[in-house]
């Protein structure tokens, strides 16, 4: 038996034995290197040369910073800020649940933290203003899912790593497919709410009241300002940019809102440490697993099989987004990421592909992932707050996932609107 039949035979049979990823993915490693009597401790100097790198502070550092920012009240002030801008309009209240997961994910960089902090505020709103829970909760983890497309985005911090790509660049190439995505998110919603009157009791568009809920919420817009401004401009790192993230919060919560109490700062770094600890520990193992499948060529298997299969570059598209839809069902986003960039990301670079352009979809293929069952954190979150199952929130959240899949399906076909930002700027 081969050693890489090892590796995958080991990995399938405790996920099927409902082992968690990075068990899975850890024990596999060690029964291939066991197995060619390779001694194990190169398998921690793998693992931990994988972990030890100066751009994943950014990961901690992101999260703390979006989890201080809803103790702190700016993600509140953010949400009254997208309502303004919709008005009255049928279906103005899930409009502005996109809106603010926009905004919400340009500070955050993840999809649950996105869901969370936004569908704590809107999902009863919507509910108490005639909206369905179900269609609540589905329109908020589907906009959810915006939160790791636009930047700053978690998951494009592990493939520029993983990738060995420039983390500035993906987040540059991040935001029109996240506008975009919001773009059809928006006229789903306008489709699915017109002639029912959902929009009563909204204030109306002015742009008085537009300028109203800019002046208090001018601290918590400069927030994403900051961040993407001083990344954009050169002027500090996106991991540079994540700890100006973390001390900007701290002073806008404790000095201007003064909403930041020491049980909110506790409760943010207990998050923190639990969303970095699983991460990293995925992380760990899955750099071993990666190494393993570079080492017995099994992306240049995959590759043959492929080009064996078709050479059409539009079918190839084809089989590679529905294979990442797939795996985005049963599999955490940042183990995908590092599982199938070591597999994929050769084959498409073979075939012309921008790495980046590669790496844009593939961060958009995770964000469905998040709302489709039977995996999507979104889901669980929304389903929590809402108080539905996750079979009617599964039910009502296809339409949000079918636009999100032609729009990713739009973007791979035409790489001129991911890569045309990047160029522009001059990467």
Known sequence: MSEATILFLAFGTLLLLGAPIAVSLGVAAMAAFMAVGQDLSTLVQVAFSSVNQFPLMALPAFVLSGALMESAGISKRLVRVAESLVGSIDG??????????????????????????????????????????????????????????????????????????????????????????????????LIRCRGKGLGEGMPPLSVKHILVTLRKGFWSIMAPVIILGGIYSGL??????????????????????????IKGLMKSLETTSWLTGRVL??????????????????????????????????????????????????METLALIMLVTPVLLPIMISLGIDPIHFG???????????????????????????????????????????ITVGVIFIMAYFPGIIMWLPRALGY
């Not at 500090?236 to 109490?261: C, D, H, K, N």
């Not at 990666?290 to 492929?306: H, N, S, T």
């Open 281 to 330: 520990i995925i992380m760990f193992t899955a750099f071993s697993f990666g190494r393993l499948l570079v080492q017995y060529r099994v992306p240049d298997a995959i590759a043959e099989a492929l080009l064996a299969l078709t050479s059409d570059i539009h079918l190839i598209w084809v089989l590679v987004i529905l294979f990442l839809l797939f795996l985005g069902m049963f």
């Open 236 to 261: 500090f790192t996106p991991t540079e940019s994540a700890i100006v993230a973390i001390f900007y919060t701290l002073f806008v919560g404790i000095f201007i809102y003064r909403e930041l109490t």
């Open 92 to 189: 103005g209240l899930a409009i502005s649940t996109t809106l603010a997961c926009l905004f919400f994910g340009a500070i955050s960089g993840s999809g649950p933290a996105t869901t969370a902090a936004v569908g704590m505020l809107m999902i009863p709103a919507m509910v108490k203003r005639g909206y369905d829970s179900g269609y609540a909760s589905a329109a908020t983890a589907a906009s959810g899912g915006i939160g790791i497309i636009i930047p700053p985005s978690i998951p494009m911090v592990i493939y520029g790593v993983t990738a060995q790509e420039s983390i500035t660049e993906m987040f540059v190439a991040g935001v029109m497919p996240g506008l975009l995505i919001a773009f059809g998110l928006i006229i789903m919603h």
């Open 360 to 402: 844009i979809v593939l961060v958009c293929c995770c964000g469905v992932g998040f709302s489709t069952p039977p995996l999507g954190e979104n889901m669980f979150i929304a389903s929590g707050i809402g108080g539905v199952s996750l079979e009617e929130i599964s039910w009502k959240a296809i339409p949000f996932c079918i």
